[in-house]
T-cell receptor, first 114, second 113 residues
Framework: QKEVEQNSGPLSVPEGAIASLNCTYS??????FFWYRQYSGKSPELIMF????GDKEDGRFTAQLNKASQYVSLLIRDSQPSDSATYLC??????????????FGKGTKLTVNP | DGGITQSPKYLFRKEGQNVTLSCEQN?????MYWYRQDPGQGLRLIYY???????QKGDIAEGYSVSREKKESFPLTVTSAQKNPTAFYLC????????????FGNGTRLTVT
């Protein structure tokens, strides 16, 4: 099983709809979860991070974490065309040597249609 | 403004040449990282450093080298031993390694022909 998995998409939603992006991870010991947005040709930018089970809201974005099921999701309410980008999920993984590293999924491409 | 500066934005080299990518941060972050991104692939960790004069190999360190002589600087050298060097290279930093969000520079797109 891959360490961090995301549907590659593309995910297409109409403007104003809710976009739901999902991510599953393999390490039950993971404690930190991040969502990044990456526009084509640009570097990733941090949208949200979440450490505890439940929901965390920031404006139109909500991160949801369920450690028992090992998934983290990102909801984007009132989607705008400017939200069209690739969304990267990142999870901290404990290595066999006991150190931590941040592992990225391959990303989900979101298109918001006007 | 605080941030991470990568230079140059685009870099072209001939096969067999070593090339060094610059990364400077003024965020006073302890940890710095180098990632590589290829089309259709996630970010893959090349090297990281938690403290000055110390660095660790990531998942794909072969053909790369780094140094961390100053807290602000973490240059990456792509050597001729790297078999597929053409890629988008991203430098990042965080306050500390554990549980901290990464902040990325704007990236360097390296093309080797």
């Amino acid at each position: 099983q891959k360490e961090v998995e995301q549907n590659s998409g593309p995910l297409s939603v109409p403007e104003g709809a809710i976009a739901s992006l999902n991510c599953t991870y393999s390490d039950r010991g993971s404690q930190s979860f991040f969502w990044y947005r990456q526009y084509s040709g640009k570097s990733p930018e941090l949208i949200m991070f979440i450490y505890s089970n439940g929901d965390k809201e920031d404006g139109r974005f909500t991160a949801q974490l369920n450690k028992a099921s090992q998934y983290v999701s990102l909801l984007i309410r009132d989607s705008q065309p400017s939200d069209s980008a690739t969304y990267l999920c990142a999870v901290n993984i404990i290595t066999q040597g006991g150190s931590e590293k941040l592992v990225f999924g391959k990303g989900t491409k979101l298109t918001v249609n006007p | 403004d605080g941030g991470i500066t990568q230079s140059p934005k685009y870099l072209f080299r001939k096969e067999g040449q070593n090339v060094t990518l610059s990364c400077e941060q003024n965020l006073n972050h302890d940890a710095m990282y180098w990632y590589r991104q290829d089309p259709g692939q996630g970010l893959r960790l090349i090297y990281y450093s938690q403290i000055v004069n110390d660095f660790q190999k990531g998942d794909i360190a072969e053909g790369y080298s780094v140094s961390r002589e100053k807290k602000e600087s973490f240059p990456l050298t792509v050597t001729s031993a790297q078999k597929n060097p053409t890629a988008f290279y991203l430098c990042a930093s965080s306050i500390r390694q554990l549980n901290s969000p990464l902040h990325f520079g704007n990236g360097t797109r390296l093309t080797v022909t």
